[in-house]
């Protein structure tokens, strides 16, 4: 089985799939946090940016991968109410309920195709771009070959196979010559999610945010460096011993989103999540919690001193340079 259809199977299987079958999978009480999960502060900036490039006054907001709601739940305080509709499209059932019972006036859907076609729209999107499956593929002296994953006496293990052609036209596009050894993921998915998603739409802003790089740096020798497993907050799972028991990721190859992007006819523009955040109002967030640390501090109340510190920590962990400030945020701007 290719890499791309074991993803597939671990992570979306209806009866069995981590993120399918199981609960909500992001929150701090779930397998991961991600930056809406830590704070608030992220959804503040991403809802800023998205108030300030709307394609149209009346525009819808869509948000892929809404996940538990906190990114959708203080985007919508800042997204000015129009006649436009608002859409948190989920492929897990636990997160659609969740999403339902969270809000009364989001359209939650199990996929683009219950949006109505030709919509202007700003699209949100946080890390989900790494959990839309791709195949991984070796390059060798003569040419590319996929790994996929097959049984050997029983257990799940890595083969070589020959490279479907689609995955040698996508690895010679988006990488320049590479050396004997090295291993890449292949975005086939991502491609064709970007398609579907930009023909269905009408006039789009988009907003991407995920962790991954440039091609050139996401050269790796070794399956593992390619791979990341999740689960209740512990990384490197075994996932040929649990499939559908834990998260599979791969870092996202933006070389390859921005090129389906310009396929798609769309311009984009790659920053990182601290520049993105400073640019969208985490300056004054910050500010306004180092006065009130200061004012707490002031009456000798150490117990609000100690809160609003660990409030402030925590928006600067979202643009800290050397974690999650350092995901990359892509922008399609109107
Ligand atoms: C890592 S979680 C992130 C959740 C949330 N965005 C957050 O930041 O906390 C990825 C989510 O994307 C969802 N997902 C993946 N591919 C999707 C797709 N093509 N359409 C809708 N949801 C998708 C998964 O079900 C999962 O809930």
Same mark, same amino acid.
């Given at each position: 089985m290719v890499f791309d259809d074991y993803?597939?199977? *671990?992570?979306?299987?209806?009866?069995?799939?981590? /993120?399918?079958?199981? @609960?909500?999978?992001?929150?701090?009480? !779930?397998? /991961?946090?991600?930056?809406?999960?830590?704070?608030?502060?992220?959804?503040? *900036?991403?809802?800023?940016?998205?108030?300030?490039?709307? @394609?149209?006054n009346d525009c819808a907001l869509i948000e892929i991968g809404a996940g538990s709601g906190s990114l959708m =739940?203080?985007?919508?305080? #800042?997204?000015?109410?129009?006649?436009?509709?608002?859409? !948190?499209?989920?492929?897990?059932? =636990?997160?659609?309920? =969740?999403?339902?019972? $969270?809000f009364i006036d989001v359209n939650v859907v199990g996929s683009l195709d219950e949006i @109505? $076609?030709?919509?202007?729209?700003?699209?949100?999107?946080?890390?989900?771009?790494?959990?839309? @499956?791709?195949?991984?593929?070796?390059?060798?002296?003569? %040419?590319?070959?996929?790994?996929?994953?097959?049984?050997?006496?029983?257990?799940?293990?890595?083969?070589?196979?020959?490279?479907?052609e689609?995955?040698?036209a996508w690895c010679d596009s988006i990488f320049d010559e590479v050396e004997e %050894? #090295?291993? #890449?993921?292949?975005?086939?998915?991502?491609?064709?999610?970007?398609?579907?998603?930009?023909?269905?739409?009408?006039?789009?802003?988009? *907003? /991407?945010?995920?962790? %991954?790089?440039?091609?050139?740096?996401?050269?790796a020798n070794d399956v593992e460096s390619v791979v990341r497993s999740y689960r209740q907050h512990r990384q490197g799972i075994d996932w040929l011993r649990v499939p559908g028991e834990c998260d599979i990721t791969v870092d996202v190859n933006f070389t390859g989103v921005l090129a389906a992007l310009r396929r798609a006819g769309l311009a984009a523009r790659l920053s990182n999540q601290r520049a993105f955040c400073l640019e969208y109002g985490i300056v004054e967030v910050i500010a306004d919690a180092r006065d009130r640390e200061?004012?707490?501090?002031?009456?000798?109340?150490?117990?609000?001193?100690? $809160? #609003?510190?660990?409030?402030?920590l925590d928006y600067e962990a979202l643009v800290d340079p050397n974690g999650l400030g350092a995901f990359k945020v892509l922008l399609v701007e109107p």
């Open positions: 993803m597939e199977m *671990c992570l979306y299987d209806p009866e069995d799939g981590f /993120f399918s079958a199981g @609960p909500v999978r992001s929150g701090k009480k !779930a397998d /991961f946090v991600t930056s809406p999960e830590l704070s608030w502060a992220f959804a503040l *900036c991403v809802g800023n940016w998205a108030e300030a490039n709307r @394609p149209s =739940a203080n985007v919508r305080d #800042v997204w000015e109410s129009t006649s436009g509709q608002i859409y !948190a499209v989920e492929r897990s059932s =636990a997160a659609r309920e =969740a999403l339902r019972r $969270r @109505p $076609r030709g919509i202007d729209a700003v699209v949100i999107a946080n890390e989900v771009l790494d959990n839309i @499956p791709a195949a991984l593929a070796i390059r060798m002296e003569h %040419g590319w070959f996929e790994i996929a994953v097959g049984l050997h006496d029983d257990e799940l293990g890595l083969a070589q196979v020959p490279a479907r689609e995955v040698v %050894g #090295v291993i #890449v993921s292949v975005q086939l998915g991502v491609d064709r999610w970007i398609s579907e998603l930009v023909e269905h739409l009408g006039s789009v802003a988009i *907003c /991407f945010i995920d962790y %991954g790089d440039e091609s050139k740096k996401l050269l200061h004012f707490a501090a002031s009456l000798g109340n150490v117990m609000d001193q100690l $809160r #609003v510190r660990s409030e402030r």
